[in-house]
């Protein structure tokens, strides 16, 4: 039976993407969608070609890709895993200037480093970048944020027939991604990169010490430093900078550390039941993991940092969105309190609107200018 596509919502931006640009790339990590998506905004285009670039066939099409590319002139291309060859940028670069016009090429990604650097240098002003995050909440029909907490957003674990389906999905994931999802890279230790990311699942929300990580691992601060880029760089970590306009207060300056998903966290840290992931330590951890999610795939283009002072001063997240600034604060309890701290940095900041992200049903008013909101409210919090 076909499965029942559930809508991204990002498909308006990256239609509109196509009408306005040559080369759209849509990027993101592995299994998050992105073929299902383009799939599905080209199955009712005659002159769309969908091309695998992991399919031996579809990769021999292309081995006079000029000669092949130049008899598809008015067709969109699609090119998946375009990071598999990334020697074809140049050849898209020319055939864009060539042809003139929009809408030639969709190229989907699951590795920045290689997509971001070869389409910066060879197609700047030609593409626009979308990226699409695992499913957001607002994306899901099921609104039980209890099983997307433990589950996470990767299609094939939140749609899983069971929670043992789930899990055994996502370590096949994670095994996967080690062995050969990584293999692009060279001074790669699969067994190092494990224990230091599920390190990192045990440290999630935390700033990140890069001398203990490697002191913990026996390697160099380089090798670590290395290690996370590549995390990062394969959308498997998030890193949020420090909120740093404030000179007048001694703030924290090193980075924090999220793992990229809660499914990801959870399966890391080998809790595969909701029980287990609301009574472990790092449960606080993983709900700011989840409404970073969610605010990442809400405001793709908004500045996300953290605020922090050595006197114990505190906002989770600071999101500077156009002209706007927003503060949100994560709290995973029914009944959220805001602690003195948090209080003490919204009037350092002023942002424009200030909320409680809780497992709440409705949002209602903690106090002026400050609101509880539920999850699934996050996509709103720049409406006021």
Same mark, same amino acid.
């Given at each position: 039976?076909?499965?029942?596509?559930?809508p +991204?919502?990002?498909?308006?931006?990256?239609?509109?993407?196509?009408k306005? @640009?040559p080369v759209?790339?849509l990027? #993101?990590? +592995?299994?998050c969608?992105?073929?299902t998506?383009a799939?599905?905004?080209?199955?009712? @285009?005659?002159n769309a070609?969908?091309?695998?670039l992991e399919?031996p066939?579809?990769l021999?099409?292309?081995s006079?890709?000029?000669?092949?590319? $130049?008899?598809k002139?008015?067709?969109?291309?699609?090119?998946?895993e375009i990071?598999r060859?990334? =020697?074809?940028?140049?050849i898209?670069?020319? /055939?864009?200037?060539d042809?003139?016009g929009m809408?030639?090429?969709?190229?989907?990604?699951s590795?920045?480093?290689d997509?971001?650097k070869q389409?910066?240098e060879?197609l700047?002003g030609r593409?626009?970048? $979308?990226?699409?995050t695992p499913?957001?909440?607002d994306?899901?029909?099921d609104? =039980?944020?209890?099983?997307?907490f433990?589950?996470?957003?990767?299609?094939r674990?939140?749609?899983?027939?069971s =929670?043992?389906?789930?899990?055994?999905?996502?370590e096949?994931f994670?095994?996967t991604?080690?062995e050969?999802d990584?293999s692009?890279?060279?001074?790669?230790?699969?067994?190092?990169?494990r224990?230091?990311?599920?390190?990192?699942?045990? @440290?999630n929300?935390?700033?990140?010490n890069?001398?203990?990580?490697a002191?913990?691992?026996g390697v160099?601060d380089?090798?670590?430093?290395?290690y996370?880029?590549l995390?990062?760089?394969?959308?498997? /970590?998030?890193?949020v900078?420090?909120?740093?306009n404030?000179l007048?207060? +001694?703030?924290v300056k090193s980075?924090k550390?999220?793992i990229?998903?809660?499914?990801?966290?959870?399966s890391?840290l080998g809790?595969?039941?909701?029980?287990?992931?609301?009574?472990h330590?790092?449960?606080g951890?993983?709900?700011?993991?989840?409404?970073?999610?969610?605010?990442?795939g809400n405001f793709?283009h908004? =500045?996300?940092?953290f605020y922090?002072t050595?006197?114990?001063?505190?906002?989770?997240?600071?999101?500077k %969105?156009k002209?706007?600034t927003?503060?949100?604060e994560?709290?995973?309890? #029914?009944?959220p309190?805001?602690q003195?701290?948090t209080?003490?940095a919204?009037d350092?900041?002023?942002?424009d609107?200030?909320?409680?992200a809780a497992p709440v049903k409705?949002?209602y008013p903690l106090?002026?200018?400050?609101?509880v909101?539920?999850?699934?409210?996050?996509r %709103?919090?720049?409406k006021?």
């Amino acid at each position: 039976m076909k499965e029942k596509y559930l809508p +991204r919502n990002c498909e308006s931006s990256v239609l509109l993407g196509l009408k306005r @640009n040559p080369v759209v790339a849509l990027i #993101g990590p +592995r299994q998050c969608g992105k073929s299902t998506l383009a799939r599905k905004l080209i199955e009712s @285009n005659p002159n769309a070609l969908y091309l695998d670039l992991e399919r031996p066939s579809d990769l021999a099409k292309l081995s006079d890709p000029e000669l092949y590319l $130049e008899s598809k002139k008015d067709k969109l291309v699609c090119l998946d895993e375009i990071q598999r060859k990334p =020697d074809l940028f140049p050849i898209l670069r020319s /055939l864009c200037d060539d042809w003139g016009g929009m809408g030639h090429f969709l190229i989907l990604g699951s590795a920045s480093r290689d997509l971001l650097k070869q389409s910066a240098e060879t197609l700047a002003g030609r593409i626009r970048y $979308e990226t699409l995050t695992p499913f957001l909440f607002d994306e899901l029909s099921d609104s =039980d944020w209890r099983k997307y907490f433990l589950r996470g957003g990767f299609p094939r674990a939140i749609l899983a027939e069971s =929670d043992a389906a789930c899990f055994d999905w996502l370590e096949s994931f994670i095994q996967t991604f080690l062995e050969r999802d990584l293999s692009f890279w060279r001074e790669f230790v699969p067994e190092t990169m494990r224990r230091l990311w599920r390190m990192l699942a045990y @440290n999630n929300a935390q700033i990140v010490n890069y001398s203990r990580l490697a002191s913990s691992l026996g390697v160099s601060d380089a090798t670590i430093r290395r290690y996370i880029d590549l995390l990062k760089e394969t959308f498997m /970590l998030d890193v949020v900078p420090p909120y740093l306009n404030n000179l007048g207060k +001694r703030l924290v300056k090193s980075p924090k550390v999220y793992i990229c998903d809660t499914g990801i966290a959870c399966s890391l840290l080998g809790l595969s039941s909701f029980d287990d992931a609301f009574s472990h330590p790092c449960v606080g951890s993983l709900w700011e993991q989840m409404v970073l999610s969610n605010l990442r795939g809400n405001f793709p283009h908004a =500045d996300i940092a953290f605020y922090r002072t050595s006197s114990g001063a505190e906002i989770d997240f600071i999101i500077k %969105n156009k002209n706007k600034t927003v503060a949100v604060e994560c709290k995973v309890s #029914g009944s959220p309190v805001v602690q003195k701290g948090t209080y003490s940095a919204l009037d350092a900041i002023r942002p424009d609107a200030a909320y409680v992200a809780a497992p709440v049903k409705e949002a209602y008013p903690l106090k002026e200018k400050l609101w509880v909101v539920p999850l699934k409210d996050l996509r %709103n919090i720049f409406k006021f």
